[in-house]
């Protein structure tokens, strides 16, 4: 098939680009007629247009004129428009408050797509999967951590063919995902169930399959964060992480998963706003306070050319995380920032400047003027520059991106409508859910749950979601005839302190299911003993489950603790009797669950599924932080009470 794509305007260039099969597969761009023409492309563009494509902002907001304030930006609009054609924008991040609906989104894709017909954008999203997704109507799956539970490198597979199929359905072209973190810190606030596991060898293979996944479908793929950020105690998104390790320890745990990702032949890469100090220990004042710190990854040239494209061998694009995130934006300015990015060997510049009415234009018009002059200047090689944007072209080439299908809007919303969260796809999120619920501890046989006709079961979980998650799931179970019909009482605790009146909850009810979700563990420990004294609402996360345990193992009531979240939180319950942990806290919103998780853990609190997971990771005694309360690999089979043998 011959298609002739016209190069953007100020070019005098048209180019015919062969493409086999229909689609623009890496076989079909790498030949040395289309690599060539590219060539021309880029040797003809203006420097607008260069840079241009080295931007990629986020209008995840916006307020049009006349308007008194910004909302959720969710049709096009010409104002917009006239953002991305003035600065020849190369890209496009979305976020949940883009892509409310299915049809919406279609539309939305597409009349970005029409401000920019010469060179197409990219249309970026993360949707890791579990935790971290921005689909609105789009199978959430279970997460990455919960994969890692359920050790079936086709369960990777198949989380990234259903991502990488429902978002190319609504014309979106790149995912920022999968993450191939190792996280070995218990305490890192930000990557816990993002990431597979804590062992790189597991990460590298679920991760590498993943990208497959995605990538057979024509969606890029993107590992983050490089070089990693699973062994850090500070969120990026407020603080500058620091990782201490020598390069012989980062080379053998956080690289490994990059390295071999790289090696499979992954498309873009994303950088960590992280100090790595044994591969470039620079020093810059901060802007914030003055102080001295060294330089993040993201805008560190040892990293990201040195370490990456020359030690590594990746020729891919590279991608900052969010320029607007507190370990950038509080330490550098918002200029100072994007010229750093770039003149590290940076492809593109992820939300450089905020902007969400054409009021804040100035904002994208002051980095786009300062990395002009900054490759005016020779600061930027332009040479570089060029280098940046043929990478950029050459895999849109490579993922059909500049030769776009002409379907029409109508059938492109009709395939969308059958692809995204149809009943496969949440069939095969529920299966990998149900398989990843690990069993930590069973004690007497407390599971599974067997009520009788109206027995009481009472709910307690941080959020109301999560409640009304288990709630239903529950009835569900009932309405089919697979377990009697209970009379269900549910109380979210987030906030809140134990009181009496939820002590005669508990002894009003047969059964007590109790979800935990800590972030951190932050009990206080006095001789190795978890203090219960303290019922500080502050301390709710740790202080109110334990209260429930502590009560219902009074009473002999059947209890269960659930964790949500992070699996090192079930180290603050070791005196439960049953505990499970389900790898992902969303529940039941706006008339879907967000989540298979929580439903795949009710199953098997009552014996409708039988939990096939081992743990992906460590989990450290609360009590004796040296000491591993349950080591990785470690699960019980339900039936036997033995261990799980993988």
């Not at 991760?207 to 062994?231: E, Y």
């Not at 069973?442 to 006709?453: C, D, I, W």
Request: aromatic residues 6%; hydrophobic residues 40%.
């Amino acid at each position: 098939m011959i298609k002739r794509i016209c190069a953007p305007a100020g070019i005098a260039l048209c180019l015919v680009l062969s493409i086999m099969g229909g689609n623009a597969t890496a076989k079909g761009y790498e030949n040395e007629k289309t690599v060539s023409d590219i060539q021309e492309i880029v040797e003809n563009m203006t420097i607008d247009e260069k840079v241009g494509q080295m931007l990629m902002p986020d209008f995840r907001n916006w307020q049009k004129q006349g308007e008194k304030k910004a909302t959720g930006f969710i049709e096009m609009n010409s104002e917009v428009a006239s953002i991305i054609k003035k600065y020849h924008l190369g890209g496009v991040i979305l976020f949940a408050e883009n892509v409310v609906d299915t049809e919406q989104t279609v539309r939305l894709t597409d009349g970005l797509q029409m401000a920019s017909p010469d060179l197409p954008l990219f249309i970026t999203i993360d949707q890791e999967g579990g935790i971290v997704t921005r689909l609105q109507t789009g199978t959430n799956l279970p997460g990455n951590m919960a994969l890692g539970a359920a050790r079936q490198e086709s369960y990777a597979y198949q989380s990234g063919e259903i991502i990488g199929k429902e978002l190319s359905s609504l014309g979106i072209n790149v995912n920022f995902g999968p993450s191939v973190d190792v996280n070995n810190n218990p305490g890192n606030p930000v990557i816990g169930v993002r990431s597979f596991s804590s062992d790189p060898d597991l990460v590298s293979k679920l991760g590498i399959q993943m990208i497959k996944g995605l990538q057979n479908q024509n969606m890029i793929a993107t590992t983050k964060h490089f070089p990693g950020h699973g062994d850090t105690a500070v969120d990026s998104h407020y603080g500058l992480p620091l990782v201490s390790h020598d390069k012989e320890r980062l080379r053998s745990i956080e690289l490994l998963p990059f390295q071999r990702a790289i090696d499979a032949g992954v498309d873009m890469m994303m950088t960590a706003h992280v100090q790595f100090p044994a591969f470039d220990d620079t020093t810059y004042i901060s802007k914030k306070d003055g102080q001295e710190i060294m330089v993040p990854a993201t805008l560190s040239q040892k990293v990201i050319t040195g370490l990456l494209r020359e030690d590594m061998g990746f020729d891919g694009v590279v991608v900052t995380d969010a320029l607007n995130m507190k370990a950038i934006a509080d330490n550098f300015g918002q200029e100072e920032a994007v010229v750093l990015a770039l003149k590290s060997g940076v492809d593109i510049a992820l939300m450089p400047a905020q902007v969400n009415s054409l009021q804040m234009e100035k904002n994208i018009a002051s980095v786009f003027n300062a990395v002009k002059a900054s490759v005016a200047s020779g600061e930027i090689p332009l040479n570089q520059v060029n280098q940046s944007v043929t990478r950029i072209l050459e895999l849109k080439v490579k993922r059909g991106i500049l030769n776009p299908e002409d379907t029409p809007i109508d059938k492109k919303i009709e395939t969308a409508l059958q692809v995204v969260g149809n009943e496969d796809h949440l069939k095969n999120e529920r299966k990998m859910a149900e398989d990843a619920i690990t069993l930590l501890k069973n004690e007497h046989k407390t599971l599974p749950f067997k009520p009788k006709k109206n027995d009481k079961v009472l709910i307690l979980a941080p959020f109301d979601d999560q409640v009304e998650s288990m709630s239903r799931s529950i009835s569900e179970l009932a309405d089919k005839k697979k377990i009697k019909k209970v009379q269900i009482t549910g109380m979210s605790f987030s906030g809140k302190s134990f009181t009496d009146q939820v002590a005669r909850l508990i002894d009003e009810s047969d059964f007590v299911i109790t979800g935990s979700y800590i972030v951190k563990n932050d009990p206080a420990v006095n001789d190795g003993v978890i203090d219960d004294s303290i019922q500080d609402s502050s301390k709710w996360a740790t202080a109110f489950p334990r209260a429930v345990m502590n009560h219902a193992k009074k009473k002999d009531k059947e209890f269960v603790l659930m964790s949500l979240r992070n699996p090192y939180d079930v180290a603050n319950f070791e005196e439960a009797k049953a505990i499970l942990a389900v790898y992902g806290f969303k529940g039941y919103s706006n008339g879907r669950y967000r989540q298979p998780n929580i439903p795949a853990g009710i199953s098997t609190i009552f014996g409708e599924s039988r939990p096939k997971g081992t743990l992906p990771v460590d989990i450290p005694s609360v009590t004796k932080p040296s000491e591993s309360l349950y080591k990785y690999g470690y699960g019980l089979d339900i039936k036997s009470g033995r261990p799980i043998k993988k």
